[in-house]
């Protein structure tokens, strides 16, 4: 379910999936809130990614805004988990530039293999 203001931009989405053919990611957020027409949006209340390539990752919050960099950048403050064969890593906030697909993390933890199934999720 969508509703888009068709003067202000604002929208706002519930259950909503991305599919990010150039980046070859897949995103679901439980509610996205933004604006079309500023080419930003916030997803909230869960957001959930996957690549072609068997990352996957979650965050409370994540936002995107297409006006950064040439192909936009995706932050958070709120924490993200990032799970990749034998490899798992945890953040307090990333921001990650689309085009570049340079990223950062703030006070990261990279764990591998045997002990990620003994790490509970502390958000």
């Not at 953040?91 to 085009?99: E, H, K, V």
């Amino acid at each position: 379910h969508a509703e888009i203001d068709r003067q202000s931009g604002d929208l706002t989405a519930y259950k909503a999936i991305v599919d990010l053919h150039r980046e070859q990611l897949h995103v679901e957020a439980n509610r996205i809130v933004g604006n079309a027409w500023a080419n930003w949006m916030t997803g909230t209340d869960g957001v959930t990614f996957s690549s072609t390539d068997g990352m996957k990752g979650s965050s409370p919050t994540v936002t995107y805004d297409r006006r950064e960099g040439s192909q936009g950048r995706a932050h958070s403050d709120a924490g993200i988990e990032i799970k990749s064969e034998g490899v798992m890593l945890t953040a307090d906030s990333f921001t990650i530039d689309l085009a570049t697909k340079e990223s950062s993390f703030i006070r990261a933890v990279t764990i591998i293999d045997s002990e990620i199934s003994s790490v509970k999720r502390f958000r």
